[in-house]
């Protein structure tokens, strides 16, 4: 079968960086109906690996036969990685071509690269192993070949590396993704107790990349109900992250814009009701998030009390004013990650409750005009619409609750202007004017 010029022509132009995303998305689905001949042919005329070294994936998928093909042209070790990752691409969106692609031998590169005795190297191919263990059979095929302990061992010796505070970020947050797997084996009752000491030490560290890394990590731990069991246990007085959740509240209380902005979205996942709860659990993370709440803007006070949930939730305005005042500043990122940590916070019965409390919070999330002076006001505008969509599903959701502590969130009237609000839409109701023509002379 001739190759259509459309090939060569598609490469050449991708090559010379006048690409787009469908130039991309044909060279992939050529690629994938050629023939390994077809493809042999392909790669000996055209610089290929140059195209597709800027591809962004996305649902793009090349078969095993092009990676597998691609593989052996790789004279560089960026483009190692890149084929590395055609093949973690693929196994992500193909599970059942995994044992495949193992027995290929593309996986090795990045064995090769996770066991190298160059730190740096290693470094380099640490964010592609954290891609292949979301995946199970990723994350089983390396804890096999012994990685997870080599590179714990590492971890832990990174104190004493002249290079620690390079490498501390990138094995934290792979370690970070393992523990958000499975957080009982990494920081729980199975746990060495290894990963838990290096990032309950992080969070102290004097370097804010290293310590953020770690906020991080914990929050997208969080982010599971097992995660959240496993967390509540370490938050509690006397746990490994005891003072975790105060320190994150004094970085968005007294922060560098960038610094502050990354706290902030710590919260959307810290207090945001996880996806795959059953209803019996609802009630549960509800108490917790608001613990976890309160611990965080309450310095060293006993959330075990006997106090009312109504009381309670009292003790988190320090939170709610401090997200207040950071969502009217004039800095589009901070605005966003402010939305994103409200829009968490509504998922959660309590946080409905005190935020239509909070004076003037609610009354500014309801006000559209707030947001017309930014470029991107729609992705403003659109946070505020699905925040809006929130506090209604939960209020709903609580209605309906046999839970008497969390059946009165909000009154009649907040209820009738939440209900518009949604029924008006992203820009609400537009008032047109009525034009007068007037005659010349």
């Not at 064995?111 to 995946?135: F, Q, Y």
């Not at 970020?169 to 009752?189: M, N, Q, V």
């Amino acid at each position: 079968m001739a190759i259509p010029d459309e090939v060569f022509d598609l490469v050449s132009k991708v090559s010379n960086g006048n690409g787009n995303m469908e130039d991309y998305e044909r060279i992939c689905l050529i690629l994938s109906n050629l023939t390994t001949t077809e493809l042999s042919s392909v790669f000996q005329k055209c610089d290929i690996l140059k195209a597709l070294m800027s591809i962004d994936l996305h649902d793009n998928v090349l078969g095993p036969n092009v990676v597998g093909a691609l593989n052996p042209l790789c004279s560089k070790s960026e483009h190692l990685i890149r084929v590395s990752e055609f093949a973690v691409h693929l196994v992500s969106k193909q599970p059942e071509v995994f044992k495949d692609v193992e027995n290929s031998g593309l996986f090795q590169p990045i064995l090769d690269g996770l066991n190298s005795r160059d730190p740096l190297v290693r470094l380099n191919w640490l964010e592609l192993g954290k891609l292949l263990t979301v995946s199970e059979m990723g994350y089983h095929f390396l804890n096999r070949q012994g990685v997870f302990s080599r590179l714990l061992d590492d971890l832990y010796s990174s104190a004493s590396d002249p290079l620690g505070d390079l490498l501390l970020p990138g094995y934290i947050g792979f370690f970070g993704s393992l523990a958000k797997r499975d957080p009982d084996h990494w920081l729980g009752s199975k746990s060495d107790g290894r990963f838990k000491n290096v990032l309950s030490d992080a969070v102290d560290n004097n370097a804010i990349s290293i310590s953020m890394v770690a906020f991080e990590s914990i929050s997208w731990i969080a982010t599971t109900p097992t995660g959240r069991i496993t967390l509540d246990k370490l938050f509690a007085k006397g746990g490994s992250f005891d003072s975790v959740l105060n320190k994150l509240f004094i970085f968005i209380s007294n922060s560098p814009t960038e610094i502050c902005t990354r706290a902030v979205e710590c919260y959307s996942f810290l207090l945001r009701r996880p996806d795959g709860i059953d209803s019996e659990g609802l009630f549960a993370d509800a108490v917790l998030s608001l613990n976890w709440a309160i611990i965080s803007c309450q310095k060293s006070i006993d959330t075990t009390n006997s106090n009312s949930v109504e009381d309670k939730e009292l003790l988190i305005a320090p939170l709610l004013k401090r997200l207040y005042s950071l969502a009217t500043q004039p800095f589009f990122e901070v605005r966003v990650a402010v939305f994103n940590a409200i829009d968490a916070i509504v998922t959660q019965p309590w946080g409905v409750r005190q935020i239509t409390r909070q004076p003037g919070f609610f009354e500014y999330l309801l006000n559209r005009q707030t947001e017309l002076g930014f470029p991107d006001k729609i992705q403003l505008v659109q946070a505020k619409l699905d925040i809006m969509n929130n506090m209604l599903k939960t209020y709903k959701v609580w209605s309906c609750s046999e839970c008497k502590s969390f059946q009165n969130l909000i009154d009649r009237q907040q209820l009738k202007l939440i209900q518009l609000y949604i029924k008006e839409g992203l820009w609400g109701v537009v008032k047109s004017e009525a034009a007068v023509a007037l005659e010349p002379g």
